[in-house]
Every structure is written in C-alpha cells, then in structure tokens.
C-alpha cells in the first residue's frame, strides 16, 4: 500500500476467522518510494495467539433410579469455547463399561449451530441418548456411571462423566389365608372335623432378585408344597409372586398359627423377611335338622342372645344364636345388608357363604326377614301344593339354617336352589335376577305341580325345582356324607 508524499498514513485491518483458523501470523510490508530517491520498505508482524478449546457437559434427567424399566435420559451440550473454528469433532460413550471400548455407543446429535460440520467459535451443539435400567443394574448393586469422551482434529479428548444413583429395596410380602374350599380368609369360622387348607402367597415387592426362598409356619415347619411357581427358575423375581398350600384338619375351638418367609438377594449378602398369621375358629356342627325343627327354635337364629338359655348346652344344638358370632361375621350382626332395599336388616341372607353379611361379587343371594323365613318354614301343605317354590325354598331355608349351624353342606345343591328362586320371583330392584319374594306378584310367578320348570330342566337351572327340592330335603333330613 502507498500513502502520499509528505503525509502519514494509516490503514486498518479487521481480524478474520480465517486468520485464527490458518495457524499463521499476520505479516505485511509497506513499500515507500518516489522520484527522487529508491524505494523504502517496512514490514510488521501481528502474532495470531490461537486457543483451540472446548467444553462437554454430560447430564442425566433423573438422579437415581429405584424401577427395572426407567428410562434415563442423557444429554450432552458442547460449546466451542475457544477463538478457533474446530473440525473432525467426535463424541463417544462408554456404555458403564470403562474397560470395554467394544460395546461403546455414539450418542445421537439433536442440535448442531448452523448445520455444517464445523463447531464453530461459541456454537453449541447438543447430543442425546436413553438408557432403560435392567433388573441386573439393580441386583449389581453399583450406581450407573458412563463417561462420555469428546475430541476434534484440533484439540485433545475431554471427558465428563455422568453418576445415577441405583436404590435397592430389598422387599417381600406374605399374605396368609384360611380356607375350608366354601370361605376364605382369616379369622374365620370353619366345621371341626372337616378339611382345611392355608394359602400362603408370597410376592417380591421390592426391586431385587430373591433367592433361597425358605416359607415356615408353626408348628407345622417347612412348607414345601408350591403349587404355583411364577415362572419356574427358581428365583422370586420383582412382582413376581409364588403360592403354597398346606392342607390339615380343623380342631374344635381357636386355632392360630404364624406364617414366615424369608429370601436371599445381593449374592447372600442380604436377607428379607415377612410374616403373617391366620387364624379360625373350629365350631362343631350340631347335626342338620328339618324345616319344622327350626321353625320350632326360632330361637336359635333370631338374633336375639337373651334368650338364647332356652337350648345353650343342649346336646344338638349349636353353641349360640346363629345370627351372632362366630356363626356370623357380619359387622352388623345379627343384621345383614338387604341387597334390595340397601338397609342393614337382621334375618337370612341365603348365600352368603363366607358370612360376612354382604352380597359379596362371587355370591349370588336371597335376603328373608326373620318373619318372611319363618312363614316360609311354616308353609302349609296346601300352598306347597297350589305352589311348588314354597316347597322348595321351604328345604332351601332349612338347608341354609343347617350350613350356618357349620354343618357340612351341600352347596351346589344351594347354589342351584337361590338360582331356581330367582328365576321364579319379581326381580325387584332391577338388576336382571328375581329376589325370592314369594307373595309378590305371586299370580305371575308361582309354579304348580304339574309345570315343566317343576318337573324339568332348563337352561337357566341345570335341575328341575323337584330334583333341587329333593337333594335339599334329603340333605336335611340324613345330613351329607
């Protein structure tokens, strides 16, 4: 460049990217000449300081993690944080396995500057990756940490690494229950003399893998009989629940005992345990009695303990009123709840086989007053003949006073007796099946003798109401065997 004779110049020069980028200095020369003398020269160097540098940050979305399936979220920022354009920039992760270069994984880029592949000076790039944690990362008992490592052509490899921490809860459940194969659960009531089993179910609730589970209960010892398994690999896994049955006798009078189950995990190095009791009461049945006995002792299921003196300590005669515990278990009792008006009642609700008072989802019920049992029981020869559902829910009344005395009974045949009342009675609160009202509408729904529903089967009922009828009075008059 030239100035004008006899003048000073200047002249400014702006620094470009590509000055920093070229790795070289600034170097010019100005050349002074005119007509009475040679030229003139002068250079000037301007040093170009270059600062290649970056930085990576590696995050995850979650701090620990305590599920088998979580997923975790990682995100890596990287920003040119230096005064030189950066070429070649690769970014790698280790996959939690440091030593093991084989298995890394390249995370995915989401945001990169202006689109080229060049970071250039104060750019960011962003990447991201996603990890489902596995039932192995929880039973290592080690936190996840991965390091991811980033480099280009122009500076060496920076590192961050990521930790999340992995929380073990070691956990196990045991819920026991009590069952004669009619009622199940604890606290129960059940027929001395008759079968009875205990259910032990027995779930992982907790995150880790169980091993060496070992189920006991007093007195009986080790429970070996697992009847299911989950899936056979002999580790309680997370939600994973195994089942035992042990079978016995019921005693006459209290009987508690206590179930405990213990498991491994971590190797051995832990061990989990839970317990659970259940308990039954073992009532000897009085033997079953006809529909004129119990419209006789009307006493002994009115609900009415104080005048229960009458039969107590009689030699077949149950223990107490069998509207009161522990023939019942209702929380209301002597009442039971009327599955058709709603209300807490005190009578029969023909059904409820586990006593609880309510119309449960797998009970099909028929509630009657003490007055509406009572006339029915009393029925006399001619209604039964001009209508046969007095002879039947005559002995169905009866067959269900001699179940609630906790004598051996059988229950299909009262199961197919509530149904064939049900299709030949008013439904009365609407919910598809008859309610057992026998005046109701009694014009419409009454059956005589010489009806095939009396004398046949049907689809809705697998008996005709004469062979129902038949197998209840049998049973209430010789009892079951």
């Known amino acids: 460049m030239s100035a004008p004779s006899g ?46 540098d970056f930085l990576l940050l590696k995050e ?20 040119n944080s230096g005064n030189q354009t950066l070429t070649g920039f690769t970014l790698s992760d280790d996959n939690f396995t440091a030593d093991d270069p084989n298995d890394d994984f390249f995370p995915e880029l989401t945001e990169n500057g202006n689109g080229d592949t060049n970071l250039d000076v104060g750019e960011i790039w962003k990447y991201t990756a996603t990890y489902e944690v596995t039932q192995a990362d929880f039973d290592s008992g080690l936190d996840l940490v991965n390091v991811a490592t980033a ?17 073990q809860n070691p956990s196990i459940t045991l819920d026991k229950v009590t069952t004669d194969e009619v009622v199940t659960g604890d606290n129960i009531g059940v027929s001395a ?21 070992n189920l006991t209960d007093d007195p009986q010892g080790v429970i070996t009989n697992l009847v299911v398994d989950g899936d056979g690999d002999a580790i ?113 609700l023909v059904g409820d086989y586990n006593r609880n008072g309510i119309t449960d989802d797998s009970e099909s019920t028929i509630f009657y007053t003490l007055n509406e049992a009572k006339s029915i029981l009393a029925a006399k020869q001619k209604d039964q003949k001009n209508d046969k559902r007095y002879t039947l829910d005559r002995s169905l009344v009866a067959s269900w006073l001699n179940f609630t ?30 309610d057992g009202d026998l005046i109701l509408e009694a014009s419409t729904y009454a059956v005589p003798a010489n009806s095939d529903f009396w004398t046949e089967s049907n ?6 109401g004469e062979l129902i009828h038949t197998a209840l009075d049998d049973y209430n008059n010789n009892g079951l065997f």
């Open 405 to 434: 005395a906790f004598n051996p009974a059988p229950t299909d045949d009262i199961d197919n007796g509530i149904a064939w009342i049900q299709e030949h009675t008013p439904d009365e609160n609407f919910d598809g099946i008859g």
């Open 7 to 52: 003048r000073r110049g200047c002249q400014t020069y702006t620094v470009t990217q590509g000055d920093i980028d070229s790795a070289a200095d600034l170097v010019n020369v100005a050349i002074a000449d005119s007509d009475q003398t040679d030229p003139t020269i002068d250079d000037e160097k301007v040093d170009v300081l270059e600062d290649a």
């Open 236 to 348: 309680l896994a997370p939600n994973e629940t195994w089942i035992y049955e042990l079978t016995g006798t019921a005693i006459t009078g209290s009987y508690q005992n206590l179930g405990t189950v213990t498991g491994d995990h971590s190797n051995g190095q832990g061990q989990v345990e839970a317990s659970d009791p259940s308990s039954y009461t073992g009532i000897e049945g009085p033997g079953v009695r006809t529909p004129g006995f119990w419209v006789n002792w009307t006493e002994v299921w009115d609900g009415n303990k104080d005048n229960d003196g009458r039969f107590e300590g009689r030699s077949g005669f149950p223990s107490g009123d069998l509207l009161l515990a522990p023939y019942s278990a209702s929380e209301e009792a002597p009442q039971v709840l009327d599955p058709v008006s709603g209300t807490y009642q005190t009578g029969l």
């Open 459 to 464: 689809p809705i009922v697998p008996n005709g």
């Open 151 to 167: 480099d280009t052509d122009q500076t060496g490899p920076k590192t961050d690494d990521e930790t999340v921490d992995v929380v």
């Open 60 to 79: 995850a979305n979650v701090d620990s993690v305590d599920e088998v399936g979580e997923i975790i979220t990682y995100t890596y920022t990287v920003t």
């Open 193 to 213: 003399g008759e079968s009875i089993s205990w259910i032990y179910t027995v779930t992982n609730d907790g995150n880790l893998n169980l091993s060496n589970i």
